[in-house]
């Protein structure tokens, strides 16, 4: 069976903002379906002007506290970039790609559901990292 991919209405390019970015950002990480002990910051990183596009990049970093180890011994972080056009109308809805820390793969969010076990796959991966070490 083919699960439905929740996805959010970007906003336009002449209505974003920073602040607004990382909203949505949020809304959208909303939909995913993520147990409830998963907890995220997200924060803007920086801005980049290229030639025919602005990307403002974004990064939500991801553990599971618990009350014996309030601060996890690994997180695992999920890297956003959202593109406003210079081509396109500055009406037209910003494009949002992820990416996940492991990985080179970028994903648009209204094509690919997210999953929890990529979160789980790298956090377990770093702490046999520091296991090893």
Excluded: M
Excluded at 25 to 38: G, K, N, Y
Excluded at 48 to 58: A, I, N, P, Q
Excluded at 120 to 129: A, F, G, R, T, V
């Amino acid at each position: 069976a083919k699960r439905v991919i929740k996805t959010i209405q970007w906003t336009t390019g002449n209505n974003f903002t920073v602040e607004r970015g990382r909203q949505q950002i949020e809304e959208l990480i909303s939909t995913w379906d993520i147990h409830e002990s998963w907890l995220h910051h997200s924060e803007f990183l920086e801005e980049e002007e290229l030639e025919d596009s602005k990307r403002y990049h974004y990064r939500a970093c991801w553990g599971i506290p618990t009350r014996r180890k309030p601060i996890p011994r690994a997180t695992a972080s999920v890297y956003f970039v959202i593109v406003i056009s210079k081509l396109k109308p500055d009406t037209s809805p910003v494009e949002v790609f992820f990416r996940l820390e492991s990985s080179r793969l970028i994903r648009r969010p209204e094509e690919c559901q997210f999953r929890e076990k990529w979160l789980q796959d790298i956090i377990e991966n770093k702490i046999i990292l520091i296991e090893r070490l």
